[in-house]
């Protein structure tokens, strides 16, 4: 089998991507942009290797695009331009032979056409790649990551979406339906929508929340403008605010209470629950 590129190789995703494809007895390259950092989050394999990388930096994409055939893609979050960020990276990946990309994409993400995801896409078909877009519902792990301290400090759930209900996704489950489409054929120029098996309104997150953490989790329901301001106040890169707020108001119009069995079909199993997953995160959401 040939080296599959993995992008975000640290990130929620990504890291899940790597280990389920070394499960698999295939070659990595997990691609970073700090490799002592990578190398607390990504354990030694014989066929893992990690290489420095950055979307920004041109210099780094040779070494790295260099016998590769298939890529795991994953926007950063802070790259909200795909045509000024990441185009010339596609471009390079074509010119090196690149033939599939396995792009994470969004969850309605043909309705929106502001988001930089339906930009990436659209680059991606233009350039000709065999693709399979991934579109997941809202993670999970963005409650232990962006929303960690909300929770762990404020005890509270500071999200504008109001009554509406959202079909979370374990990050874990993306990345081994992202390692079964980069090592089995059948998943070729396919747009799977990824969800749980039931959607959730935030008021019974924090019910469930509540009592497994055991403390009272309240749902605070700010509206979007204030969502974004306190945002920005307590640290989030404007960039990602925006990003945020805008998909924030979307769930709020109903656009993330679909229920899909794409998952399902992929994993050939039920995808991880909500309760599981706050069982298996309790530690991060007690850290203070």
Request: glycine letters at 6%.
């Given at each position: ?6 992008t975000g190789s ?16 295939a ?6 942009t700090?490799i ?7 354990q ?9 990388f950055?979307?920004?930096q ?33 471009q390079a ?7 599939h ?22 680059l991606?078909l233009?350039l000709g ?5 991934l579109?997941?519902s809202?993670f ?21 979406v109001?009554k ?9 489950d ?19 929508e990824?969800?749980?098996?039931e959607?959730l309104?935030?008021d019974e ?25 306190t ?8 960039g ?36 599981q997953?706050?069982?298996d ?8």
């Amino acid at each position: 089998m040939t080296t599959i590129l993995v992008t975000g190789s640290t990130g929620n995703i990504g890291n899940n991507v790597v280990t389920e494809l070394l499960k698999r007895e295939a070659k990595v390259r997990a691609v970073v942009t700090n490799i002592e950092r990578a190398k607390t989050f990504i354990q030694p394999h014989p066929n893992l290797e990690i290489a420095p990388f950055d979307f920004l930096q041109p210099s780094t994409y040779p070494a790295v695009l260099k016998d590769i055939k298939k890529i795991f893609l994953i926007r950063p979050p802070q790259l909200a331009k795909p045509k000024k960020d990441m185009l010339p990276f596609l471009q390079a990946a074509k010119s090196a032979g690149v033939e599939h990309i396995v792009f994470v994409s969004l969850i309605g993400v043909e309705k929106n056409l502001v988001v930089p995801h339906h930009k990436i896409e659209n680059l991606i078909l233009e350039l000709g790649f065999t693709y399979t877009f991934l579109r997941p519902s809202f993670f999970m792990q963005n409650l232990n990551t962006t929303h960690r301290e909300d929770i762990s400090i404020r005890n509270e759930l500071y999200i504008p979406v109001g009554k509406a209900k959202t079909s979370f996704i374990d990050t874990r489950d993306i990345g081994e339906a992202a390692a079964i489409c980069l090592t089995h054929v059948g998943h070729e120029n396919k747009k799977y929508e990824l969800t749980g098996l039931e959607a959730l309104s935030y008021d019974e997150v924090a019910t469930i929340m509540s009592r497994i953490l055991g403390r009272k989790i309240v749902y605070k329901n700010p509206n979007v403008f204030a969502f974004r301001k306190t945002c920005i106040k307590r640290g989030m890169p404007k960039g990602f605010a925006n990003v945020m707020t805008m998909l924030y108001t979307m769930t709020k119009f109903g656009t993330a209470k679909t229920i899909t069995h794409d998952l399902e079909k992929i994993l050939t199993r039920n995808p991880i629950t909500f309760e599981q997953y706050v069982k298996d995160h309790k530690g991060d959401f007690n850290k203070k």
